[in-house]
Protein backbone atom coordinates (compact mmCIF):
# COMPACT_ATOMS: atom_id res chain seq x y z
CA UNK A 1 0.00 0.00 0.00
CA UNK A 2 3.06 2.38 0.35
CA UNK A 3 3.41 2.56 -3.32
CA UNK A 4 -0.17 3.20 -3.71
CA UNK A 5 -0.02 6.19 -1.29
CA UNK A 6 3.32 7.49 -2.82
CA UNK A 7 1.64 7.33 -6.48
CA UNK A 8 -1.30 9.48 -4.78
CA UNK A 9 0.98 11.61 -3.26
CA UNK A 10 2.36 12.39 -6.52
CA UNK A 11 -0.24 13.17 -8.06
CA UNK A 12 -0.37 16.86 -7.87
CA UNK A 13 3.57 17.24 -9.24
CA UNK A 14 2.51 15.15 -12.33
CA UNK A 15 -0.36 17.25 -13.26
CA UNK A 16 1.74 20.35 -12.49
CA UNK A 17 4.49 19.37 -15.10
CA UNK A 18 1.81 17.79 -17.37
CA UNK A 19 0.45 21.61 -18.02
CA UNK A 20 4.04 23.26 -17.26
CA UNK A 21 4.87 26.06 -19.56
CA UNK A 22 1.31 26.10 -21.56
CA UNK A 23 -0.18 29.45 -22.75
CA UNK A 24 -3.44 30.10 -21.42
CA UNK A 25 -4.26 29.85 -25.54
CA UNK A 26 -3.02 26.13 -25.18
CA UNK A 27 -4.37 25.48 -22.02
CA UNK A 28 -7.91 26.41 -23.50
CA UNK A 29 -7.13 24.73 -27.20
CA UNK A 30 -10.46 22.29 -27.64
CA UNK A 31 -9.37 19.24 -29.70
CA UNK A 32 -12.59 18.59 -31.06
CA UNK A 33 -16.09 20.04 -30.27
CA UNK A 34 -18.03 18.62 -26.98
CA UNK A 35 -13.79 17.42 -25.76
CA UNK A 36 -12.63 18.95 -22.80
CA UNK A 37 -9.59 21.58 -23.18
CA UNK A 38 -6.91 21.22 -20.50
CA UNK A 39 -8.47 23.68 -18.46
CA UNK A 40 -11.54 22.20 -18.07
CA UNK A 41 -9.48 18.71 -17.42
CA UNK A 42 -7.82 20.57 -14.43
CA UNK A 43 -10.81 21.62 -13.27
CA UNK A 44 -12.58 18.59 -13.52
CA UNK A 45 -9.99 16.20 -11.80
CA UNK A 46 -10.09 19.02 -8.50
CA UNK A 47 -14.35 18.64 -8.50
CA UNK A 48 -13.35 14.62 -9.06
CA UNK A 49 -10.52 15.12 -5.93
CA UNK A 50 -13.23 16.48 -3.69
CA UNK A 51 -15.58 14.10 -4.48
CA UNK A 52 -13.13 11.56 -3.86
CA UNK A 53 -12.03 13.10 -0.35
CA UNK A 54 -15.60 12.62 0.61
CA UNK A 55 -16.31 8.84 -0.40
CA UNK A 56 -12.63 7.97 1.11
CA UNK A 57 -14.00 9.71 4.63
CA UNK A 58 -17.52 8.25 4.18
CA UNK A 59 -15.69 4.76 4.20
CA UNK A 60 -13.77 5.70 6.33
CA UNK A 61 -15.93 6.38 8.86
CA UNK A 62 -19.07 4.93 8.44
CA UNK A 63 -20.21 1.50 7.69
CA UNK A 64 -20.75 0.46 3.99
CA UNK A 65 -21.94 3.99 2.79
CA UNK A 66 -23.41 4.62 -0.14
CA UNK A 67 -21.13 7.06 -2.65
CA UNK A 68 -23.27 8.38 -5.18
CA UNK A 69 -22.04 9.03 -9.00
CA UNK A 70 -22.04 12.59 -10.61
CA UNK A 71 -22.27 13.86 -14.11
CA UNK A 72 -18.84 14.72 -15.34
CA UNK A 73 -19.94 16.18 -18.60
CA UNK A 74 -22.96 18.17 -16.82
CA UNK A 75 -20.78 19.36 -14.07
CA UNK A 76 -18.68 20.81 -16.47
CA UNK A 77 -21.10 22.52 -18.17
CA UNK A 78 -23.58 23.42 -15.47
CA UNK A 79 -20.26 25.14 -13.24
CA UNK A 80 -18.89 26.41 -16.32
CA UNK A 81 -15.36 24.64 -15.75
CA UNK A 82 -14.02 26.77 -19.20
CA UNK A 83 -14.74 30.37 -16.70
CA UNK A 84 -13.33 29.23 -13.42
CA UNK A 85 -9.56 29.60 -12.81
CA UNK A 86 -7.31 26.73 -13.32
CA UNK A 87 -4.46 27.89 -11.74
CA UNK A 88 -6.68 28.11 -8.53
CA UNK A 89 -8.32 24.74 -8.65
CA UNK A 90 -4.79 23.32 -9.32
CA UNK A 91 -4.02 24.75 -5.95
CA UNK A 92 -6.97 23.34 -4.41
CA UNK A 93 -5.64 20.08 -6.23
CA UNK A 94 -2.65 20.04 -4.01
CA UNK A 95 -4.15 20.84 -0.55
CA UNK A 96 -6.74 18.44 -1.15
CA UNK A 97 -4.09 15.63 -1.66
CA UNK A 98 -1.69 17.04 0.72
CA UNK A 99 -4.38 17.27 3.22
CA UNK A 100 -5.16 13.15 3.29
CA UNK A 101 -2.05 12.03 3.40
CA UNK A 102 -1.62 12.13 7.21
CA UNK A 103 -4.83 10.14 7.28
CA UNK A 104 -3.91 7.41 4.51
CA UNK A 105 -0.45 6.92 6.37
CA UNK A 106 -2.11 5.86 9.74
CA UNK A 107 -4.63 3.36 8.12
CA UNK A 108 -4.65 -0.23 9.20
CA UNK A 109 -5.28 -3.36 7.55
CA UNK A 110 -8.74 -3.16 8.79
CA UNK A 111 -8.97 0.15 7.49
CA UNK A 112 -7.93 -0.84 3.75
CA UNK A 113 -10.84 -3.23 3.28
CA UNK A 114 -13.63 -1.24 4.88
CA UNK A 115 -16.41 -1.00 2.09
CA UNK A 116 -18.62 1.55 0.35
CA UNK A 117 -21.06 0.61 -2.03
CA UNK A 118 -20.69 2.94 -5.48
CA UNK A 119 -23.84 3.64 -7.01
CA UNK A 120 -22.80 2.89 -10.44
CA UNK A 121 -19.66 0.43 -9.86
CA UNK A 122 -21.12 -1.15 -6.34
CA UNK A 123 -19.04 -2.55 -3.50
CA UNK A 124 -15.67 -1.26 -3.55
CA UNK A 125 -13.13 -1.46 -0.65
CA UNK A 126 -10.95 1.68 1.03
CA UNK A 127 -7.82 0.31 -1.24
CA UNK A 128 -10.03 -0.02 -4.69
CA UNK A 129 -11.23 3.22 -4.28
CA UNK A 130 -7.62 4.45 -3.58
CA UNK A 131 -6.52 2.80 -6.73
CA UNK A 132 -9.39 4.32 -8.42
CA UNK A 133 -7.97 7.65 -8.02
CA UNK A 134 -4.97 7.13 -8.60
CA UNK A 135 -6.31 5.73 -12.05
CA UNK A 136 -7.88 8.66 -12.90
CA UNK A 137 -5.40 11.13 -12.45
CA UNK A 138 -3.27 8.63 -15.25
CA UNK A 139 -5.83 8.55 -17.49
CA UNK A 140 -6.35 12.69 -17.18
CA UNK A 141 -2.68 12.74 -17.68
CA UNK A 142 -2.83 10.63 -21.05
CA UNK A 143 -5.93 12.59 -22.02
CA UNK A 144 -3.59 16.33 -21.88
CA UNK A 145 -1.15 14.95 -23.80
CA UNK A 146 -3.38 13.98 -26.57
CA UNK A 147 -4.88 17.25 -26.16
CA UNK A 148 -1.41 18.73 -26.36
CA UNK A 149 -0.76 16.44 -29.31
CA UNK A 150 -3.92 17.55 -31.02
CA UNK A 151 -2.40 21.24 -31.32
CA UNK A 152 0.46 20.46 -33.88
Known sequence: MKELIHEYAQGYELL????DGLSEEQM???????????????V?????EIVGLHRFKKVLAEDQPLLTAFDQ??????????ELDAGQYLLLF???R????????????????RVGIHSEAGPMTFAQLL???VDHIRDHLRQIE?????MS
Open 131 to 133: QKY
Open 146 to 150: RVKAA
Open 28 to 42: RFRPAPGKWSIHEII
Open 44 to 48: HVTDS
Open 94 to 96: KFL
Open 73 to 82: DKWAAQLRYH
Open 16 to 19: RASI
Open 98 to 113: ESFLPVLSRLTEDDWQ
